[in-house]
């Protein structure tokens, strides 16, 4: 840290609130909030795809608890703090910090990417197009499509790439509360492995297409609609529609939650249990009365996915 000649922390934990445009207070809070969750639904979304080869979920407990939320708060922390002591003439012209400094970004971004983004994007690929797709061709597709995205022109300032956390937590919020109220209220953390892996099976819905999914998800970003267009431009909105957005992630996640059960309540979902097939969401050996773990078999077809 660059502490000892800056005399302290600077005003990150002195300086008072300034709202200038009449917010209250607690909207500016939420909003905060919502950017700050915008980045780690997207890792909440994608977990599964690192954690499903875990044998139990307490493996993976930790590593979350203090990966996710010790480390990357402690790293918030410091950035803004060093940040706000490092005013002009700049606090470094050493070309070596320079270069390592920069070494570390580069590090940092290419793991983000690896981790958050091209396995989590090839596996959904995968899915839709198995017969074509594979790892590195997937990583190839989200590359190029990252590209195309133009990127830059999200973060060219703080104002549009906080703009763009927001809306982008707005549609993960709703996904989270669909995955939420599927797994541990409608299916109680049960499900069957080998129809996971044949279609068509009781996964497969309505030609691919979990309608019930769908609609939960319309009705979870609705509610945010008109607090997105104040977001990207538009004048013509109350007031009231931009302080629930400040909330979108939340609102999408509990409107998405509640249709979802209503509507897996009322149009029940097929099931079907084979012993031996059967995914519990809780640790199978501490259900069991004997020290040694309760093995799930796989078909040939699973254990090559």
Avoid at 19 to 32: E, K, L, S, Y
Avoid at 37 to 59: C, E, H, V, W
Avoid at 115 to 140: C, K, Q, T
Wanted: glycine residues 8%; hydrophobic residues 45%; proline residues 5%.
């Amino acid at each position: 840290m660059y502490t000892p000649p800056a005399k302290g922390f600077g005003p990150t934990f002195s300086k008072g609130t300034n709202i200038t445009d009449g917010t209250p207070v607690a909207v500016v809070f939420f909003q905060c909030v919502t950017t700050a969750i915008g980045p780690k639904a997207t890792l909440a979304l994608n977990m599964p795809d690192f954690t499903r080869y875990a044998k139990s979920p307490k493996q993976v407990f930790w590593t979350q608890a203090v990966g996710l939320c010790v480390l990357v708060t402690l790293c918030g922390i410091l950035d803004v703090t060093v940040t706000t002591r490092c005013k002009s003439p700049c606090c470094w012209e050493n070309r070596a910090a320079h270069f390592f400094s920069a070494l570390c970004w580069a590090f940092a971004v290419i793991g983000t990417n690896i981790s958050a983004n091209s396995v989590s994007f090839s596996n959904d690929l995968s899915l839709w197009f198995p017969s074509w797709n594979n790892a590195r061709r997937g990583a190839y597709v989200c590359w190029i499509i990252s590209i195309a995205a133009t990127p830059w022109n999200i973060q060219y300032s703080a104002a549009s790439f906080s703009e763009f956390l927001g809306g982008y937590a707005l549609f993960l919020g709703p996904i989270a509360g669909i995955m939420m109220a599927d797994f541990w209220v409608l299916r109680q953390r049960h499900l069957n492995v080998s129809s996971l892996y044949r279609h068509p099976d009781i996964y497969s819905f309505f030609y691919g297409f979990n309608l019930r999914a769908f609609a939960a998800f319309v009705c979870g970003i609705a509610p945010n609609l008109a607090g997105l267009a104040k977001a990207t431009g538009s004048a013509k909105v109350p007031k009231g529609a931009t302080y629930a957005y400040s909330l979108s992630w939340l609102v999408g996640t509990v409107v998405a939650f509640v249709v979802y059960t209503v509507a897996g309540k009322v149009w029940p979902m097929e099931e079907r249990i084979d012993e031996g097939h059967v995914m519990d969401g809780v640790e199978r050996s501490s259900l069991s009365n004997s020290d040694e773990d309760v093995k799930v078999p796989m078909d040939e077809k699973s254990r090559n996915f």
